[in-house]
């Protein structure tokens, strides 16, 4: 049998008892930290995925701005906020900019039809990771509006990148209830096509697929439309070597490196139905068109949209 003084040494130096010492910072109070909800993971590279061309040093454009009683919870610490009001947690802010981001970033990615699905898996992984959001935060100067509580040991708790890559996150959260979560959107496809600082190469133009899913992606030029014979119709040789507007729009948006999409919808009786088709670039709405089918309707809406924008065919 031991006695009290064996158990009082063997206690003291347990394990458990020497990690806690171990792990014991200097500072008497640790601010009770709650992890957010987990990101929408799109893939689970490990180590870090590559960097890719699109995500070089580049300069940034300017931050929506942000009113200043939601701009105060956006930079808070977690530990910092109201028990009474949903949208004064800094965690609520951090939970919608995660999937205004996760969002973002996917559609501007996935709308790329040059390069393989597991390629745009691995960029939006980059992109989402927290060392690549820590980057944005420091090119914002995050890091010099940090509210911290007045128990907060700096020298315990450094900004890392975890913390940098929620107070991004916190703000683009700010930015999606004062704003709506288009402009969200918007603010990251201004950083994902900002000048790059580094020259980049040249890219070869690579035809759509065949097939695309969803309304946002970059669709396949549709076969050309009929000639209207109201207009009169050009000779044979010319239709076969025009290029259709949809074709156009397409490779100027590939060109410049800008988010085209598509959004089509019908209406009217099931055996004459109205097409109509809007482009959005960039988030914003561009042209509208109609027609008594979709690549008509797209056709027009195409048109409309390159001369708006003055691209020649």
Not at 152 to 179: I, S
Not at 230 to 239: E, H, I, K, L, T
Request: hydrophobic share 35%.
């Amino acid at each position: 049998m031991l006695s009290s003084a064996a158990r009082s040494h063997f206690s003291n130096h347990s394990p458990s008892s020497l990690k806690r010492k171990a792990d014991r910072s200097p500072s008497p109070i640790t601010p009770k930290r709650e992890h957010p909800p987990p990101p929408i993971d799109l893939s689970t590279p490990a180590p870090r995925p590559r960097r890719t061309m699109a995500t070089r040093s580049r300069s940034m454009p300017p931050r929506p701005e942000v009113k200043f009683p939601l701009a105060l919870v956006a930079f808070s610490h977690e530990s910092v906020g109201t028990a009474d009001s949903p949208i004064g947690k800094r965690r609520y802010l951090e939970r919608i900019g995660r999937t205004a981001v996760t969002f973002a970033i996917t559609r501007l990615v996935f709308a790329r039809t040059d390069r393989s699905e597991q390629e745009n898996n691995e960029e939006c992984a980059f992109l989402l990771h927290d060392e690549n959001l820590a980057d944005w935060a420091k090119d914002y100067n995050f890091t010099e509006f940090r509210v911290l509580p007045n128990d907060f040991n700096k020298d315990d708790h450094n900004l890392n990148n975890a913390d940098l890559a929620k107070a991004f996150l916190a703000y683009a959260g700010a930015v999606d209830v004062e704003h709506g979560p288009e402009r969200v959107t918007q603010w990251i496809a201004q950083i994902y096509h900002a000048p790059s600082n580094e020259p980049l190469p040249i890219e070869r133009p690579v035809s759509p697929p065949l097939s695309q899913r969803g309304h946002w992606a970059f669709q396949p030029p549709p076969p050309l439309p009929l000639p209207h014979h109201a207009y009169g119709s050009p000779p044979p040789s010319q239709n076969r070597s025009a290029k259709s507007w949809s074709a156009t729009v397409n490779e100027h948006a590939q060109q410049k490196r800008r988010v085209l999409a598509f959004n089509a919808s019908s209406s009217g009786a099931a055996h004459q139905l109205t097409w109509t088709v809007d482009i959005t670039v960039d988030g914003q709405h561009c042209a509208q068109g109609s027609g008594n089918s979709k690549p008509a309707a797209k056709e027009e809406a195409s048109r409309i949209a390159c001369q708006r924008l003055g691209w020649s065919q």
